[in-house]
């Protein structure tokens, strides 16, 4: 475990976090999220949590995107906030 | 006020913090000699946490079902008012066919092929490249699944990438060649089956006289010592996981992407 | 000097997951759209996984899948080795189940925009309204 990359990945999760509530394209948003998840399972992979880290990969940033994108494709992609 | 709660918590990567003296050296030591799996969290998951996770496969399946009767379109009728233009493809000549008329019937031909009005992938190199990839992606889900006694893996996430497998057939053809492969009523008989696994294994460890869910009953019938009983009613408890995941995934995935339709995907 | 980096290195990861949970409690209570909502209780929850993980951790630890070779045994295990597999494990189920709940949230947010024709909350609230 590296201190250092802790840090760097905690402040990529974060922005990646802030980007995707605030972005105004709800595909982008879809997007962002399967971002965040793959930070996250970098993250849990540096911390030593290596199953959790794959279950996030393949869960968070794999399935969940397709599903956001999936339903944004069945709505719309229009927001206003 | 949360940061301010923060000071008192323990030092990030403390040994001796109390979350480290319950129980959790005690799985970490004896894991290994009870139950013959190296990985730690494999075993705590399914053996000595296995009410939990039994229940979890079931919020799952759970999950499934509400999706399913939340967007499938049933009758018939309705469908066919909202069904649009249709268009089919002429296979030899590249001709696209338009069909209003919502009552004709277009027969199954092998000249003819149906296009999705909004997305028609076309491109044979994505298409041959997710039909060669395909097949070793779920080579490496059983693998995910089978090893997770001894690397990081397991039911959960075998189950989660073969769905994935099978959605990428869905995304790179069309919905319908996919629910060609993987039929409704299979997927739905195959998610209540891999939660119908998990109990069935803790039914057989009460039918060999000692508590559910525990494996080491199971080893008279295997013939093998009770650890690594133990170690294969794990194995049984995560293909039930994997079974029931896999089929959850496709259940909501086909379910979300055609907005209950089944008829035009992703 | 030393004391404060000390602070900060040891508090970083709480830290962090009270930011990551705010801006998930913001967007499920601020924001305007169905799906943002969504990602918002997706965030809310990989901050609490966060935050269990990181009390799992241990300096100085390897992973939690204990070292042994084929035949002769293993040596006497020390807990300290390793890290608190514990934790990883409620946090495994937990995103499994945070999947199943999105795959429920979003088809509830397709039959909402089949039926209202838009995901903004306020616009459904108006159309609720105006019906008898």
């Known amino acids: 475990m590296i201190w250092q990359v802790d840090l760097a990945i905690l402040a990529l999760v974060v922005i990646c976090a802030i980007a995707a509530v605030t972005v105004r394209d709800l595909l982008g948003a879809g997007i962002l999220f399967g971002a965040y998840s793959f930070m996250l399972c970098l993250l849990w992979a540096a911390m030593g949590a290596v199953d959790v880290a794959f279950t996030e990969a393949s869960v968070g940033a794999g399935v969940s995107t397709v599903f956001f994108i999936a339903a944004v494709f069945r709505t719309t992609r229009r927001t206003k906030d | 006020m949360l940061v301010h709660a923060t000071l008192d918590f323990p030092g990030w990567g403390d040994p001796n913090a109390p979350a480290h003296l319950h129980v959790a050296p005690e799985y970490l030591e004896q894991a290994y000699e009870k139950t013959a799996t190296p990985n730690v969290v494999t075993a705590v998951l399914a053996d000595y946490r296995s009410y939990d996770t039994m229940f979890e496969t079931a919020v799952v399946f759970s999950a499934g079902l ?201 | 000097m030393e004391s404060i980096t000390g602070l900060i290195l040891a508090k970083y990861n709480y830290w962090m997951y009270i930011s990551l949970m705010m801006v998930g409690l913001y967007a499920m209570i601020a924001k305007n759209n169905l799906v943002k909502k969504i990602i918002g209780m997706n965030i809310l929850q990989t901050a609490i996984i966060l935050f269990y993980i990181s009390i799992g951790a241990k300096k100085g630890a390897t992973i939690p899948i204990i070292m042994h070779s084929e035949g002769h045994g293993h040596e006497a295990v020390h807990a300290v080795q390793y890290i608190n597999p514990l934790p990883h494990v409620l946090m495994l189920t937990a995103i499994v189940v945070s999947v199943a709940t999105l795959g429920v949230a979003l088809a509830l947010a397709i039959r909402l925009y089949a039926r209202f024709g838009t995901l903004e909350e306020d616009e459904i609230n108006d159309q609720v309204r105006e019906a008898p």
Request: hydrophobic residues 45%; glycine residues 10%.
């Open chain 2, 66 to 266: 509400a999706c399913f009767f939340l967007l499938r379109v049933q009758s018939r009728k309705k469908e066919e008012e909202e069904e649009e233009d249709r268009y089919f493809r002429h296979l030899a000549t590249d001709m696209v066919i338009r069909i209003r008329t919502p009552s004709m019937h277009v027969p199954d031909s092998p000249y003819l092929q149906q296009l999705d009005p909004y997305w028609t992938p076309r491109s044979l190199i994505v298409r041959a490249a997710c039909r060669v990839l395909t097949p070793f992606i779920q080579l490496f889900a059983l693998y995910v699944v089978a090893h997770g006694h001894h690397s990081p893996g397991g039911g959960f996430q075998g189950g989660v990438i073969l769905g994935a497998s099978l959605i990428l057939v869905a995304l790179s053809h069309d919905l319908r060649t996919s629910m060609k492969m993987t039929p409704e009523k299979l997927m739905g008989v195959l998610s209540p089956a891999g939660v119908l696994i998990y109990a069935g294994v803790g039914a057989l460890c009460v039918a060999a006289g000692h508590n559910f869910l525990d494996y080491g009953a199971l080893a008279e019938w295997l013939g093998t010592a009770p650890e690594a009983a133990r170690s294969l009613g794990i194995l049984f408890v995560e293909v039930g996981v994997a079974v029931c995941v896999m089929a959850t995934m496709i259940i909501i995935y086909a379910n979300l992407s055609s907005a209950g339709g089944h008829k035009q995907g992703l």
